[in-house]
């Protein structure tokens, strides 16, 4: 009998290290181009939206969402009171304090300036973020795997 091979680090977070190294090509390219170039917003608008794929990536296979098709459901770890709850809704709680991190680094920047309109974009991310795995406690799409 063959015994399966362990699969390699790269391999098991191969989707999280690939999006890593997409979001640091737009970082890169951004930092030489021009902003006010089509090609220059574009990479300021993907930094976001990378971000945000990699955040929802990690964020989702870390933290936990009761009740939300988006996140792991925790385990009954047998908490009680403000630690069950911040066990059981960890990733509203991550998404909820960094975001207020982007919102504040946004609120102290030139919102016109090469890199404000990028965390401006962040900010815009974050809070999609955070609606969807709101939503999805409750609402359903028909034919969507996630939705219940």
Known sequence: MVTPRKKSFIRQHSLSLAAA?????WIVSYCFSDPTTHVGSFFGNAIADWTGLLVTVLATKIWFEKGSAESRQPRDEGLWGWHRIMHEHSLSVFLVIT????????????????????????VSEWTQIFGLVILTKRLTEKGSKESR
């Open 99 to 122: 975001g207020v991190g982007w919102v504040l680094l946004f609120a102290n920047m030139n919102s016109e300036g090469k890199w404000g309109q990028v965390v401006g974009n962040i």
């Open 21 to 25: 190294v997409i979001l640091m090509t």
